[in-house]
């Protein structure tokens, strides 16, 4: 094993551990854990060892000098490391633990300081949206009020002008009125005889209006049942339309199976053609099986007849 250079911490901690599971640590077992020169493992196991040795013996001297107050000691000694390397483990683990807090604690600061950054620069433009707001606010503010005065001033002058007016007025009516009662006499007058006038020629207009009245209404209900049988001559058109091109489909469907009944037709007849060579072959078939059956007939009897003719060339 290549030699590494160790501490005599890690030789402590692990010459601990080795005693908390009842093992006794040896040069060679630390070694094998922690590597380096036997030289430099064995001085640090040897100082180990002198230095427990020596906390035993002050434990001892308190306890008392006997053989089991030593023993006693050594035990409370193995205990005290047992709890030290579980002290030292949890104090580890602890630190681990509040490292990664004041990691996570770094982060969130950073976060909110990024937030508050935000926030700020938020609020800094809200604060001078308002305050241009505001400044426009003023701005129309002070116009209307200027607006108001000289509007205020306008309307005491149109007032004044107003009375006047009212009493000038006032005198060319009433003036006025006395001419035009003194008209509206006359006018009356006139009037009434126009009126009278009117009222005749108001009969013979109503007798017209009624004729006029009639030709009018048959001329309405003359166009609407012309507008009426337009609209049904244009539905006619459109029916006769769709009846056309339904035609046209129909004529090219019927052109489709034309097309197909004539090449059934053919596929027919030529059914009927393989049909009657199918039926001459079979009669050929049956004919030369029965020439067949002939011609095994005949051989069985030749076959018989020879037979015959060796037995009775053997009989001789």
Known sequence: MAAQKITYAQVAKIALDMLSQGVKPTVRTVIRLTGGKTETVSRFLRDFYNKRDEEVSQMADELGNSKLAELLATEIQVVIDRKTTALTEIVDRQKAQLSELVELLDEKEEECKHRIDI??????????????????????????????????????????????????????????????????????????????????ETVTLREQVKILTVEAAKHEIEHLHYGQSQKKLEKALISISNQQILIAQLQTENSAINKNNLRLEIDIKESKTKADQFSQVQALIIEKQNQISQLSHDLTQSNRERDSLSQALNAR
């Open 119 to 200: 926030t700020e620069a938020q609020s800094d433009q809200t604060v001078n949206e308002m305050k241009e707001k505001l400044e426009n606010n003023l701005k129309i503010l002070a116009t209307t009020v200027g607006e108001k005065e000289k509007a205020e001033d306008e309307v005491i002058s149109i007032q004044d002008k107003t009375n006047k007016l009212i009493a000038f007025t006032e005198q060319k009516s009433q003036s006025i009125v006395d001419a035009s009662k003194k008209e509206t006499d006359s006018h009356i007058r006139l009037a009434n005889h126009q009126i009278i006038k009117m009222e005749s």
